[in-house]
Each structure stands twice: as C-alpha cells, then as structure tokens.
C-alpha cells in the first residue's frame, strides 16, 4: 500500500513540473479508465430511438410505395374499360355486383381485370384482395373498380384519393373478407 502511494506522489511530482494543465490530466486519466455505465445507457438509448424511428420510416415508404402501385394499376383499370367500352353509351356490359358474387367462375377471378392487368386468376393485389370491376347502377351509366378483402390502413388511404382526375369517387367499407374499397367511375 505504501509503495503505491509514493508511486503515486512521484508521478504527480514529475508531471506537475512540466505544468499544472498536465497534473490534473494526468492524475484523472490515471484514476478513470473506460465509460461509465451512464454513458453506454445513453449511448444504447440513442441508438433504440434512431433504429425505431429508421422502422417506422422504412414502414411509412413501404405503404406509400404499395398504395402508389394499386391506384396507378386502378387508373389503367379505369382507362382500359372505358376504352373497351367506348363504342356505347354505357357499361351494361360489364356484370354487376350481384352476378358476380352468384356465379362462381366470376368470383374465382375478374376476367376483365385481370386480362387488362396481365395477371393469373386468383392474383391479390399488394395491398391484398383481388380486382373487380362491375357496373356501378342499373342504368350501366358508371362502374366501379372493387377491390375486396383490404387491410383497414389501406383501404382508408386509398378512399382518400382522388382518382381520374376527380372523376373517380372512392368508398372504404366493410367486406366479404376484411375491408372492400370501391372507386366508382362515370363515362
């Protein structure tokens, strides 16, 4: 014990000779050594709020991206059946709402969708549910684009939007299979 105390005291000794700066340096670098338990806290603290915040971030892009993806596949849905349909006056051609949940091979997949789209009957969406697009009223005047089957995040941020320049009228509501979002469009 005493030899480390004159140790000590020689040390200081020689150090506070080339200036009293260096002394307390040097005597505190020689009683600390490495972090305290504070500081790592703090640091691993830190360190939890920046990965939490880059998830929800990359969480937040991921939806837009999916949300971005399925209104630009409804413009095209949009755009195809009124071209399809552009030699009549209305959209009684397309089924309705009712036929299509009565006959079976209708259910199974939307032809009209799915050719437009390239798709395989059976092909969900990335927001989930299938595509389908039936008249809207009885007078074959406007359709509608339904997707059935949405998770409740996306089928309210796509009623929010505005599709066709304003022209489509967006409905999130409850469904067969979750939520069903239908985007009503006039000729």
Request: charged residues 25%.
């Amino acid at each position: 014990m005493f030899w480390k105390d004159f140790e000590y005291k020689i040390y200081e000794i020689v150090i506070y000779t080339k200036g009293q700066m260096m002394t307390q340096y040097k005597i505190n670098k020689r009683n600390e050594s490495g972090r305290s338990m504070v500081e790592m806290v703090g640091v691993v603290a830190v360190m939890s709020l920046i990965t939490v915040g880059a998830f929800v971030l990359i969480r937040n892009g991921m939806q837009t991206q999916k949300i971005s993806q399925v209104s630009d596949e409804i413009e095209i849905l949009a755009a195809n059946v009124r071209a399809l349909t552009s030699e009549s006056d209305n959209f009684q051609s397309l089924p309705s709402l009712e036929d299509i949940f009565e006959d079976e091979e209708l259910l199974k997949g939307n032809i009209l969708a799915n050719r437009i789209l390239k798709k395989n009957p059976g092909d969900q969406t990335v927001i989930g549910g299938e595509y389908l697009v039936v008249k809207a009223d009885d007078n074959g005047t406007k359709f509608a684009v339904i997707i059935d089957g949405v998770e409740d995040v996306y089928c309210r941020s796509m009623a929010r939007r505005s599709y066709s320049g304003g022209d489509g009228t967006a409905v999130c509501q409850d469904g067969d299979s979750g939520k069903m979002l239908k985007i009503t469009f006039t000729k």
